[in-house]
């Protein structure tokens, strides 16, 4: 394994568990326990984790991956607001693709049940949670990711190359103004990149703690998006930056 794919493993591996030792990593890059020791002081140099005894710990912003069970009860009058808004966003007879994550949970429980559609899913959680027995749910298949409960890997990419969609409600985990959007997981980008790809409209939801932040991996431009629905009011460089990349941006909406 090359040096900078498995440097990108450690950070997924400390961030899914929380903590890891010297000695697991090396068992799980099948690497010296000194190739890891050198690889730590160079991901914690760039602060992509931090040294802990005998190993490494998740940093404190960038890397970071909080489980969903920690996400679902954080800002949750911020998500529910963004998603009262962003529901409005869905029109009869659509195949609307909901992304795995807390703020889409609350726009699929507010999804229409008076108008026919089709929702897609890449989280079990969110499938079950469709309002209405009327609307069709399928699934991409895939492996679990214990953390985030995505379904991810091989099986759901074939899935994602097969279809297309109307509109997809997209999380993330960061937004930055120059650099777009970022997630800790490399399987989890890779499925954001497909699902962007595959739909006509794609709708970001996301409550203001992820503004201004920096994550791993990035997967999409601002420009990739059509529209972005956010409970913070966004300040004026912000702004400029989603009005230069003809962003459609509906902002301060819990204000």
């Given at each position: 394994?090359?040096?900078?794919a498995?440097?990108r493993r450690?950070?997924?591996?400390?961030?899914?568990r929380g903590?890891?030792s010297?000695?697991?990593?090396?068992?799980?890059?099948?690497?010296?326990?000194?190739?890891?020791?050198?690889?730590?002081?160079?991901?914690?140099?760039?602060?992509?984790?931090?040294?802990s005894?005998?190993?490494?710990?998740?940093?404190?912003?960038?890397g970071?991956?909080?489980?969903?069970?920690?996400?679902?009860?954080q800002?949750l009058?911020?998500?529910?607001?963004?998603?009262?808004?962003?529901?409005?966003?869905?029109?009869?007879?659509?195949?609307v693709?909901?992304?795995?994550?807390?703020?889409?949970?609350?726009?699929?429980?507010?999804?229409?049940?008076?108008?026919?559609?089709?929702?897609?899913?890449?989280s079990?959680l969110l499938?079950?949670?469709?309002?209405?027995?009327?609307?069709?749910?399928?699934?991409?298949?895939?492996s679990?990711?214990?953390?985030?409960?995505?379904?991810?890997?091989?099986?759901?990419?074939?899935?994602?190359?097969r279809?297309?969609?109307?509109?997809?409600?997209?999380?993330?985990?960061?937004?930055?103004?120059?650099?777009?959007?970022?997630?800790?997981?490399?399987?989890?980008?890779?499925?954001?990149?497909l699902?962007?790809?595959?739909?006509?409209?794609?709708?970001?939801?996301?409550?203001g703690?992820?503004?201004?932040?920096?994550s791993?991996?990035r997967?999409?431009?601002l420009?990739?998006?059509?529209?972005?629905?956010?409970?913070?009011?966004?300040?004026?460089?912000?702004?400029?930056?989603?009005?230069?990349?003809d962003?459609?941006l509906?902002?301060?909406?819990?204000?």
């Amino acid at each position: 394994m090359l040096p900078a794919a498995r440097q990108r493993r450690i950070v997924e591996v400390v961030s899914d568990r929380g903590e890891c030792s010297v000695a697991e990593l090396a068992a799980e890059m099948d690497c010296s326990k000194a190739t890891i020791r050198r690889d730590l002081r160079t991901l914690a140099d760039k602060q992509l984790i931090e040294r802990s005894h005998g190993g490494a710990v998740p940093a404190s912003a960038i890397g970071r991956e909080e489980t969903y069970g920690q996400k679902e009860v954080q800002h949750l009058e911020a998500k529910e607001a963004i998603a009262t808004a962003a529901v409005e966003e869905i029109q009869p007879d659509q195949v609307v693709f909901f992304d795995s994550g807390s703020t889409t949970m609350e726009v699929i429980t507010r999804a229409p049940t008076d108008e026919p559609f089709v929702a897609v899913t890449n989280s079990p959680l969110l499938a079950i949670e469709v309002g209405t027995e009327d609307v069709p749910v399928k699934l991409t298949g895939g492996s679990l990711r214990r953390p985030t409960r995505a379904l991810v890997g091989p099986s759901a990419e074939r899935f994602m190359d097969r279809m297309t969609f109307d509109l997809l409600f997209l999380g993330t985990n960061a937004i930055d103004p120059e650099a777009g959007l970022m997630t800790p997981n490399e399987e989890e980008a890779r499925l954001k990149e497909l699902m962007i790809e595959n739909s006509r409209r794609t709708v970001l939801v996301a409550d203001g703690s992820k503004l201004d932040e920096r994550s791993f991996i990035r997967f999409a431009d601002l420009g990739d998006i059509d529209a972005f629905y956010t409970d913070r009011r966004l300040s004026a460089e912000a702004r400029e930056a989603f009005d230069t990349a003809d962003v459609e941006l509906i902002d301060g909406i819990d204000e």
